[in-house]
């Protein structure tokens, strides 16, 4: 870990990938990660070509179009010196299905294991490369956080969102029973199993509940959207939020998820 934040000329060029919920669902949430790489000494662009990381396709077993997306966002991201997402699901898919997706292919394999070795989730990024920690943000709060299946399972993200919520002035962090239990959205297992997952939303929602907390953070936004659902339906105060809102100090721009909300539109 380095806390080197880099000058004008040496500061690393990322590559933002947006992601399919993002760019839909909350925009937000990537102009609050371009604060927060900029912050942390980064050179961001977001290549307009990007589309999905492909994982409904590779999930679903339609290899020829989970190759095809895959191929496109490697072409899109293969020049930067860091691909950065805010999803660790979406994440997870370049770093560590990509590579398998395109072992056979002798022209794009090392081209998918360069883009790979190269990727992070947002907080990961921010944490174990750059050494960065905010300064001067605030958020008045209980919080609990959710550790979603992927960033946890496949990338190793634990400890790195709460080190920096750790340095959040007006934060209290309370951890919730079996923070590691799924969501019940798993992308498509929603919908292919609406009984099962409504079922493990639920126990998740008593769990948050119990702790106090009145805001929910996590890393990815399909467990958020799935929770914030649930919340709402139950009538639940609880505010939801991705945990790059609370760490870039943008909760102003935005209501919480799942309520009226008057997003920026565009990309970041």
């Excluded at 990938?17 to 977001?46: I, M, N, Q």
């Excluded at 990007?50 to 490697?74: E, F, H, K, L």
């Amino acid at each position: 870990m380095t806390d080197r934040m880099g000058s004008a000329t040496d500061a690393p060029k990322v590559g933002l990938f947006v992601t399919c919920l993002v760019d839909l669902f909350r925009p937000s949430v990537g102009f609050a990660a371009v604060r927060l790489l900029e912050a942390a000494g980064c050179r961001v662009e977001v290549p307009t070509v990007q589309t999905c990381c492909g994982q409904p396709a590779y999930n679903s077993g339609d290899r020829p179009d989970a190759v095809a997306i895959a191929r496109n966002v490697i072409g899109a991201f293969e020049t930067f010196d860091h691909v950065v997402v805010p999803s660790g699901s979406c994440a997870g898919m370049i770093k560590e299905h990509y590579p398998r997706l395109l072992a056979d292919d002798a022209d794009w394999a090392p081209r998918a294991n360069h883009v790979a070795r190269r990727c992070h989730e947002l907080v990961s990024f921010l944490v174990d490369v750059r050494g960065w920690r905010p300064t001067r943000t605030r958020y008045d709060g209980r919080v609990t956080y959710h550790d979603s299946c992927s960033g946890l399972r496949e990338l190793g993200i634990k400890a790195q969102p709460r080190y920096l919520l750790g340095d959040i002035d007006g934060v209290v962090l309370t951890e919730m029973a079996d923070t590691e239990v799924c969501c019940g959205f798993g992308g498509t297992f929603c919908i292919k199993y609406p009984d099962i997952s409504n079922r493990m939303v639920g126990d998740k929602v008593r769990a948050i509940t119990t702790t106090g907390a009145d805001t929910l953070l996590a890393g990815d936004l399909g467990c958020l959207l799935n929770l914030a659902g649930r919340l709402k339906r139950d009538g639940s105060p609880i505010r939801v939020r991705h945990v790059a809102e609370v760490l870039a100090g943008t909760c102003d721009d935005a209501p919480p998820i799942g309520e009226a909300t008057n997003q920026p539109s565009g990309r970041p």
